[in-house]
């Protein structure tokens, strides 16, 4: 089993950077395939990014695409995401999730609790 805790969210102008960490604890953390999602007021979850246990698989959103940056740090069981470029339309409460093997899918294993990103002049 896998605990998720997110951490990183706050109020970002437009055109502002923020870095999302989420920091898994549980055996064979490094074995698990991490998602970023995001869901915005009154809109449906939709997936942001996927990385691979080995760093091998990366995939993005066309959306972010260029603006957004998944990487992960198996040594600390933590996965990040570097967002530059920020637009209104990101504002959403972002979670990560794990499924073990290599490939997100939108029903993943285990979620963490959500951090709040706010793009607002």
């Known amino acids: 089993q896998l605990q998720l805790v997110e951490s990183g969210g706050g109020l970002v102008q437009p055109g502002g950077s923020l870095r999302l960490s989420c920091a898994a604890s549980g055996n064979n953390a490094d074995y698990y395939a991490i998602g970023w999602f995001r869901q915005a007021p009154g809109k449906e979850r939709e997936g942001v990014s996927c990385i691979s246990p080995g760093s091998t698989r990366i995939n993005y959103t066309d959306s972010v695409k260029g603006r957004f940056t998944v990487s992960r740090d198996n040594a600390k069981n933590t996965v990040y995401l570097q967002m530059n470029g920020l637009e209104p339309e990101d504002t959403a409460v972002y979670y990560c999730?794990?499924?073990?093997?290599?490939?997100?899918?939108?029903?993943?294993?285990?979620w963490g609790q959500g951090t709040l990103v706010t793009v607002s002049s």
């Open positions: 999730a794990a499924r073990f093997g290599a490939y997100c899918r939108a029903e993943m294993t285990y």
